[in-house]
């Protein structure tokens, strides 16, 4: 197994998924071993030297995303992991699969780019064994999941509600990631039951909520504080506090069992959010959350599909200024409807948010196959039928231009140190503040401290 992601910014990502296929191989005979190049500062040469140590009958590669989806300075991470596939196959004739969230999203386009002729859709924990035991790749071809370029795809992926254990210490240098950020993170869930306009979710984990079982998530949550020492944990659920009522098990489990770890959340819904859910979230130690409402405007969020209201939006921020938990509020400008209107209320909300609190702003919608931001796009003649989506294209509402949105935001925020846009996350201030924050065990969550980094880059430019 090889784990392509080598992007460190705005934090590094553990292979997660890459583990859980790693282990899903492990139980089924093979023997195993994961290669991670997120820290290697010559991925060609250390590829070389894995094929040369263990000379594998199969590889597996895992690719987590195509792009940076970053509007204003995109940039594809596919032509490495082509030179990758091409060191590959001058040195192994290996049975190879590749997999990973953004190889669900387009799977063919990125067989027919990288040169490799079978792709596995959605989770690899069924499907990479089924694959590589199979007896000829004609079979291979079969397993359902396993997208052929030759063949496309003859079965829909297998979606189990029944998880193996990833034990991620075992498969990944994980204290190298908690030596540039303390947290390690954990998936309680997959799939997604919303229909947000631009989200692929659904096609990554499918269209239904599939939860694992509480005290299996918590045993994994106590098996790396054994193993690795680590006393922070995210949890990457599409949306935390979805389904009803998984959020109070899981938190309740977590009290249940005794766990003394700081806690945070990568997405929270503002829909249905409730302060008896909060005050558990502070009892069962969370800290900070990353809350998603995109917008503060109805039109906007009726546009993209989120299934709440600007009312919605000013309770959750209502109830959680009340609370100990700091958040992290992320908009998403100049989708569908979007216009000086929606765009002022949104400001106007991030100017109202307490001192605690912090937004993030990201301008601009990546467009991907099958999405409704698709459709859309293709309505208003952004995008051609053939058009291929592998090379970054991004949807901008026609009611503004991109350059007055983003002079809208900059000039209408009251606090912009309390503000982080999506070019400034990749900064090298940010990169050396979080390490910094490592370094120092200053707490947890590193964005807290982005007005500190962007106030020192200020001054060194003068």
């Not at 959350?289 to 995109?294: C, D, F, G, S």
């Not at 601009?364 to 053939?386: F, K, N, S, W």
């Not at 070019?423 to 964005?447: D, H, M, Q």
């Amino acid at each position: 197994m090889i784990s392509t992601n080598s992007e460190t910014a705005p934090q590094p990502t553990v292979p997660l998924g890459a583990a859980w296929v790693a282990e899903a191989l492990r139980l089924s005979g093979f023997e195993v071993r994961l290669l991670d190049l997120c820290f290697q500062k010559k991925p060609l040469a250390a590829i070389e030297a894995s094929l040369r140590a263990f000379r594998p009958d199969g590889i597996g590669l895992s690719i987590r995303n195509l792009d940076n989806c970053d509007f204003l300075s995109p940039q594809s991470y596919l032509p490495a992991v082509k030179e990758m596939v091409d060191c590959i196959k001058a040195r192994s004739d290996a049975r190879t699969l590749v997999g990973g969230a953004g190889v669900s999203l387009m799977p063919l386009q990125v067989l027919d780019y990288l040169g490799l002729d079978h792709a596995v859709v959605g989770e690899g924990e069924r499907a990479a064994p089924s694959f590589f035991q199979s007896a000829s790749v004609a079979k291979a071809c079969q397993v359902p999941g396993v997208v052929s370029r030759k063949g496309g795809m003859p079965k829909p992926p297998q979606l189990s509600t029944r998880f193996v254990p990833p034990r991620t210490h075992s498969w990944v240098d994980t204290r190298r990631y908690l030596g540039m950020e303390p947290v390690l993170p954990v998936q309680g869930k997959r799939g997604c039951a919303n229909r947000c306009l631009y989200c692929t979710y659904h096609k990554v984990e499918g269209e239904a909520w599939r939860i694992r079982e509480p005290a299996a998530v918590v045993d994994e949550m106590l098996s790396a504080m054994r193993h690795t020492g680590a006393r922070e944990f995210e949890f990457v659920d599409s949306v935390f506090n979805e389904p009803p009522g998984y959020l109070e098990l899981l938190l309740e489990e977590i009290l249940r069992k005794g766990v003394r770890a700081r806690l945070s959340v990568s997405s929270l819904s503002p829909k249905g959010l409730i302060a008896g859910q909060v005050r558990l979230m502070e009892r069962a130690g969370m800290t900070s959350l990353v809350i998603t409402p995109e917008s503060a405007s109805d039109s906007t969020l009726t546009a993209l599909g989120k299934g709440f209201t600007e009312a919605d939006v000013h309770r959750a921020a209502e109830i959680l200024s009340g609370s100990g938990i700091r958040a992290l509020w992320c908009f998403l400008v100049g989708g569908p409807s979007e216009n000086e209107e929606s765009v002022a209320k949104t400001v106007g909300f991030v100017n109202r948010l307490p001192r605690k609190q912090s937004a993030y702003i990201t301008t601009g919608i990546r467009i991907y196959p099958g999405t409704g931001v698709h459709r859309l796009a293709l309505e208003e003649g952004m995008v051609e039928p053939d058009q291929n989506l592998l090379h970054p294209a991004f949807y901008f509402t026609r009611e503004l231009t991109p350059q007055k949105t983003i002079e809208m935001l900059q000039q209408g925020v009251s606090d912009p140190s309390r503000c982080i846009f999506s070019s400034e996350a990749n900064g090298v201030t940010l990169t050396v503040l979080r390490r910094l924050g490592t370094l120092l065990r200053l707490p947890t969550p590193f964005w807290r401290y982005a007005g500190y980094a962007k106030r020192i880059s200020t001054r060194g430019r003068r």
